[in-house]
C-alpha cells in the first residue's frame, strides 16, 4: 500500500507567532508513523517552523522555489536555501502560481528538475480550471502538466515526487470534486505515470488530491483507491480541522 500523505499549503497566511503555534500543535499531536505530515508555511517562517519540526518526521515545504541555485533574480529562492532552511519538500506548480502569477510548464519543469538535483522531494500540482472541464478538456490539461511538468525526472527521481491533483474549480471555493469525480482523474493519471516513468513508477507514485478538502468531506475523498491524500488549502490553518482530516485518512486507509 502507498503511504497516504496528507500537506498543508498555508499560503500567503498567518503571522510568526500564529504559523509557529500551528506547527508545534501539528507536531505535538499529529499521528505520522503510518502517514506522512507535512506542512508548507510562507517563505519567512520556514525557520520557525522548520525549528519547531526538527526531528519530528514531519515534512516542511516551502510553496515555490527558483531553478537557479544563485545569483542575481531578485526576490526568488533558490532550492539550496529552501533545503538550508531546513525544508525537505518544495510544492511546485500550484494552481495559483501558474493563474496569478503566470507560471508556464516549462518554468515549472525547470524548478521540478533543479529541486530534485538539489535533494529537495517535490509536491507537483495538476488541474483543470472550470473552463477546460466544462470544455471536456480535463485530462488533455492534466495529461500536459504531468508530461511537461516531469520531463526529464528520471524513474529514481520519482521516489521524491508526489503529484498533487487540483481541480482549479474546487480551490478555496467550497466546492469539492466529487470522490468519483477525483478518482477519475487520478485513475487517468497513474497509467500516464505507467507510459512515462514504468508500472513500478506509477504504482508506487503518490497522488494526492486538494480542493476544498475538509475534515467532513476527508473520509470518502480518501476511501477512493488512487487518492493517496491531501494537499489541503483552508482547513489547514486551524489545528483541529488539519489534525482530524489526517486521522479521517488514516481511518479512510485502514489505518485506524
Ligand atoms: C490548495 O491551495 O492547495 C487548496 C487545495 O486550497 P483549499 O483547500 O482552500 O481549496
Given at each position: 500500500m502507498r503511504k497516504p500523505y496528507v500537506a498543508g499549503n498555508w499560503k500567503?497566511?498567518?503571522n510568526r507567532a500564529e504559523a509557529t503555534a500551528l506547527a508545534s500543535a501539528i507536531v505535538k499531536a499529529a499521528d505520522h508513523k503510518d502517514i506522512d505530515v507535512g506542512m508548507a508555511p510562507p517563505f519567512v517562517y520556514l525557520d520557525a517552523v522548520a525549528a519547531a519540526?526538527?526531528?519530528?518526521?514531519?515534512?516542511?515545504?516551502?510553496?515555490?522555489?527558483?531553478f537557479e541555485a544563485k545569483g542575481a533574480f531578485t526576490g526568488?529562492?533558490?532550492?539550496?536555501?529552501?533545503?538550508d532552511v531546513g525544508c525537505d519538500t518544495v510544492i511546485l506548480g500550484h494552481s495559483e502560481r501558474r493563474h496569478v502569477l503566470g507560471e508556464t510548464d516549462q518554468m515549472?519543469?525547470?524548478?521540478?528538475?533543479?529541486?530534485?538535483?538539489a535533494g529537495l522531494k517535490v509536491i507537483l500540482c495538476l488541474g483543470e480550471t472550470l473552463d477546460e472541464r466544462e470544455g471536456g478538456r480535463t485530462n488533455a490539461v492534466c495529461e500536459r502538466h504531468v508530461r511537461e511538468g516531469l520531463k526529464g525526472v528520471t524513474a529514481a527521481q520519482m521516489a521524491s515526487v508526489v503529484l498533487a491533483y487540483e481541480p482549479v474549480w474546487a480551490i478555496g471555493t467550497g466546492k469539492t470534486a466529487s470522490p468519483e469525480q477525483a478518482q477519475e482523474v487520478h485513475a487517468f493519471v497513474r497509467p500516464l505515470v505507467s507510459a512515462?516513468?514504468?508500472?513500478p513508477v506509477a504504482d508506487a507514485v503518490r497522488i494526492q488530491y486538494?480542493?476544498?478538502?475538509k475534515a467532513d468531506n476527508t473520509f470518502e475523498l480518501m476511501s477512493q483507491p488512487d487518492i493517496d491524500g491531501a494537499l489541503v488549502g483552508g482547513a489547514a490553518l486551524k489545528a483541529d480541522s488539519f489534525l482530524t482530516i489526517v486521522q479521517e485518512t488514516r481511518k479512510a486507509k485502514g489505518l485506524a
Open positions: 500567503m497566511n498567518l519540526a526538527k526531528g519530528s518526521g514531519v515534512h516542511v515545504a516551502a510553496q515555490n522555489c527558483y526568488e529562492v533558490s532550492p539550496q536555501m529552501v533545503l515549472i519543469n525547470q524548478k521540478v528538475k533543479a529541486s530534485l538535483a512515462l516513468l514504468g508500472k486538494g480542493g476544498s478538502v
